[in-house]
């Protein structure tokens, strides 16, 4: 079992900034990749960024150059930076991770949740114009 508690959401005006975190306890030692999705309200729940063990990281195209996402193994924690914030950021954010064992490979990663067996609870990220 893998729990995954996210923070660091809020509201913030279009440019700024914010940095969420997702600390991750339980068997996280074989967690190969982790993720973060975001959902709007009357939306999909959509991929946003994904880093592996290795620290390969892919992006979705519309934060692709403003976010960055990144791992820090000794605190079982991992980070996404976001910069240049627009309106159309706001959204709840979640990070995920995959069970023991399982797993998609690279190129499914950002677009399926089924790649994915632990969710957190998500933190709300407001951008106001």
């Known amino acids: 079992q893998v729990q995954l508690v996210e923070s660091g959401g809020g509201s913030v005006q279009a440019g700024g900034s914010l940095r969420l975190s997702c600390a991750a306890s339980?068997?996280?030692?074989?967690?190969?990749?982790m993720g973060w999705f975001r959902q709007a309200p009357g939306k999909e729940r959509e991929g946003v960024a994904t880093?592996?063990?290795?620290?390969?990281?892919t992006y979705a195209s519309s934060v692709k150059g403003r976010f960055t996402i990144s791992q820090d193994n000794a605190k079982n924690t991992l980070y996404l930076q976001m910069d240049s914030l627009k309106p159309e950021d706001t959204a709840m954010y979640y990070c995920?991770?995959?069970?023991?064992?399982?797993?998609?490979?690279?190129?499914?990663?950002?677009?399926?949740?089924?790649?994915?067996?632990?969710w957190g609870q998500g933190t709300q990220v407001t951008v106001s114009s």
């Open positions: 995920a991770a995959p069970q023991r064992g399982t797993g998609c490979s690279v190129s499914l990663r950002l677009w399926y949740n089924y790649c994915y067996n632990y």
């Open positions: 880093v592996d063990a290795n620290g390969s990281t």
């Open positions: 339980g068997d996280t030692v074989s967690t190969n990749y």
